[in-house]
């Protein structure tokens, strides 16, 4: 069974950083897109960034040039580094993978960002 397991969120002043992670287990992870969305109250999911391979990478319009993706093959985990962060990047972040013709979901990690 797949299982993500997010980590990472909190509270940040805007301009602020914070690095989440996403450690996966029951995959072959190295040949895994890996996705980060995000879901703000009253809003839907939306899709952050993925990474597939380790240089194949989608970005969200929205945090183009804020936010990275990165992967370790080694260590099964995913990445997502946020930089110059801003009060509407507010929401709960989830790990997602399609694996199998299956979607995996973590539980989700809270950022908020405010002064």
């Known amino acids: 069974q797949v299982q993500l397991v997010e980590s990472g969120g909190g509270l940040v002043q805007p301009g602020g950083s914070l690095r989440l992670s996403c450690a996966a287990s029951?995959?072959?992870?190295?040949?895994?897109?890996m996705r980060w969305y995000r879901q703000a109250p009253g809003n839907q999911r939306e899709m952050v960034a993925s990474?597939?391979?380790?240089?194949?990478?989608y970005y969200a319009d929205s945090v183009k040039g804020r936010f990275t993706i990165s992967r370790d093959n080694a260590k099964n985990a995913v990445y997502l580094q946020m930089n110059s962060l801003k009060p509407e990047d507010t929401a709960v972040y989830f790990c997602?993978?399609?694996?199998?013709?299956?979607?995996?979901w973590g539980q989700g990690t809270q950022v908020t960002v405010s002064s």
């Open positions: 997602n993978v399609e694996y199998m013709g299956r979607d995996f």
């Open positions: 029951g995959l072959i992870f190295n040949i895994a897109r």
């Open positions: 990474i597939a391979g380790s240089f194949n990478t």
